[in-house]
Each structure stands twice: as structure tokens, then as C-alpha cells.
């Protein structure tokens, strides 16, 4: 089984309808991170946070909000959906306090918004 | 924030050669990290190299973190190698991973 596991791995909507995507870990892991992918570019940091009492916007926050309801889960939310928002969305964690830590990604969800 | 250069952006390669890939930094950096991101869309943790070399295989990174780049190394490559390389850094004074836009790699039979 995969140590991070994002729910759902696919799924298509609708303009405006709200979308929740899910991340649960099995690393032990305080660090969790959602990150978007759109095709032929980078990943772009959404949100992050680094304990479960801690949430921090990345470079791409707007439209979406986060909750990190245990040290173990992380969602995104997308409270109503548009279509540049049609994107690979990855999560992703790591174990270090401090300023380091290796990173460790799901194996992805791939959001259409029609 | 810091910026992050990859190169070439695209490569074609037959079957059996090496590769250099290149990862450039603008800042130091106390994470670096390289990825493999294959045709499904999966990404996978090929090395965690802030410094230094490490070898796996037939892969193999080696990070001067003084003169801020990172090389990744492909030797006799397969068709599974395919896909795009990414490499993401974290500058000392920051507290999150930048990546870079890629290299695509397509190994042909």
C-alpha cells in the first residue's frame, strides 16, 4: 500500500460545484503539503502545513482552503470549482522539524472542471 | 524567492546512452531534491542531495552546492527512463521546496 493516499484519483465536475480532495499518510510524517501540476509545468505549492494547528498559503492559495484534521490527513477544497482550475493535484509530506526534510508524494489526483 | 533553472528542457536519446541533466540554483540551498515523474503521472524520489554524490544503479547525482548546481547522470538508458526529471530545492532561509519546470527525456527503442 502507498504511504501517502490521495482520494479520489480522478474525477470530473462541474463549474461552480465544491470539491474535496483527500491525503492520508501512514509515514509518521508532520509536515503535509498540496501541490498542483498543470501540463508541461512545474508544481506549484497551494498550501502547507507543518502541524496540525498550522496552515500556511503557498504561491497559488486563492480558490482553494485546506484542513488538516489529524497529523495524518490533509485535505484541499475547492468551494466552487472553475475550469482553470482542470490540473494534476499532488500531496505531499515530510518528517523534519527544521528546514530540512526529503519529500514524499502521492501518487496523485487528476481534477477536470467542466 | 529563489529561482531554479533545468536543461536542457527536452531530450531524445536511443537506447543504450548517457545523459546529463543539469539543475541550477540562484541561492544556497539546504534541500535538493531530484524526481522522476513517469508517462502515468506518478513522481518518484530518485535522490535527496543538498551536497555531494550518491549513485543508484545506473543513475547517479552529484550536487556543489558552492557553485549552486546539481547534475543528474543516465547511463546506458532504457525506455523505462522516460519521462520528466524535476529538480526542487529549498533555500536555507526558506521553508519550502522550489521546483523547476522539467526535463522532458524520451529513450527510444
Known amino acids: 500500500d502507498a504511504d501517502v493516499t490521495q482520494t479520489p484519483r480522478n474525477r470530473i465536475t462541474k463549474t461552480g460545484k465544491r470539491i474535496m480532495l483527500e491525503c492520508s499518510q501512514t509515514?509518521?510524517?508532520?509536515?503535509m503539503y498540496w501541490y498542483r501540476q498543470d501540463p508541461g509545468l512545474g508544481l506549484r505549492l497551494i498550501y502547507y502545513s507543518f502541524d496540525v494547528k498550522d496552515i500556511n498559503k503557498g504561491e497559488i492559495s486563492d480558490g482553494y482552503s485546506v484542513s488538516r484534521q489529524a497529523q495524518a490527513k490533509f485535505s484541499l477544497s475547492l468551494e466552487s470549482a472553475i475550469p482553470n482550475q482542470t490540473a494534476l493535484y499532488f500531496c505531499a509530506t515530510s518528517g523534519r522539524r527544521g528546514n530540512t526534510g526529503e519529500l514524499f508524494f502521492g501518487e496523485g489526483s487528476r481534477l477536470t472542471v467542466l | 524567492g529563489i529561482q531554479v533553472e533545468q536543461s536542457p528542457p527536452d531530450l531524445i536519446l536511443q537506447e543504450g546512452a548517457n545523459s546529463t541533466l543539469r539543475c541550477n540554483f540562484s541561492?544556497?540551498?539546504?534541500?535538493l531534491q531530484w524526481f522522476h515523474q513517469n508517462p502515468w503521472g506518478q513522481l518518484i524520489n530518485l535522490f535527496y542531495i543538498p551536497s555531494g554524490t550518491k549513485q543508484n544503479g545506473r543513475l547517479s547525482a552529484t550536487t556543489v552546492a558552492t557553485e549552486r548546481y546539481s547534475l543528474l547522470y543516465i547511463s546506458s538508458s532504457q525506455t523505462t527512463d522516460s519521462g520528466v526529471y524535476f529538480c526542487a530545492v529549498k533555500e536555507t532561509s526558506g521553508s519550502r521546496l522550489t521546483f523547476g519546470e522539467g526535463t522532458q527525456l524520451t529513450v527510444n527503442p
Open positions: 509515514k509518521g510524517h508532520d509536515r
Open positions: 541561492d544556497s540551498v539546504n534541500n
